[in-house]
């Protein structure tokens, strides 16, 4: 398998702090108050929603570039759900302020389906855990 991305994850020993390194990049997880946590950055599932968000846009952007789109500013807002039952559900809105027409906007959503990320998701993925 070809390797796509890599993180680096340190417990820190303030609560439940994370700090996170993906290539030359730092970033910090942790609970927030409520939670135990001191609410120094996202929580787990807020990251995962931002890495789905980021790429959604990122791909938007670059199908709209190669179609010659005026995107203008285009936002992403996104909720995970979880009921009783297990079931989890991403909601996931798209807003731009171009003037885009409705048979652009369905494309859109099509392409926003097709996303690395999205696939991921929805796919599931195999997670193996071992010893260092």
């Given amino acids: 398998m070809k390797e796509i991305a890599r993180a680096s994850v340190t417990s820190a020993e ?7 390194r ?3 990049h730092t970033l910090v ?3 927030p108050a409520h939670a135990g946590g001191a609410d120094a950055g996202p929580a ?6 931002a890495s789905l968000g980021a790429c959604t846009a990122i791909t938007l952007r670059m199908y709209a570039e190669r179609k010659q789109w005026p995107l203008g500013r285009l936002t992403v ?16 809105q798209l807003a731009s302020d171009a003037a885009l027409d409705d048979a652009q906007w369905q494309r859109l959503l099509e392409i926003a389906e ?3 990320v999205t696939l991921t998701l929805k ?4 997670i193996q855990t071992r010893r260092a």
Avoid at 14 to 20: F, H
Avoid at 44 to 49: F, M, Q, S, V
Avoid at 123 to 126: I, S, V
């Fill in 14 to 20: 303030t609560a439940y702090r994370q700090d996170i």
């Fill in 22 to 24: 993906s290539g030359h």
């Fill in 29 to 31: 997880a942790d609970e």
């Fill in 44 to 49: 787990p599932y807020e990251l995962l929603l």
């Fill in 77 to 92: 807002e996104l909720q995970l759900l979880k009921n009783k039952e297990g079931e989890t559900r991403i909601d996931r």
């Fill in 114 to 116: 097709k996303t690395p």
């Fill in 123 to 126: 796919a599931g993925a195999t």
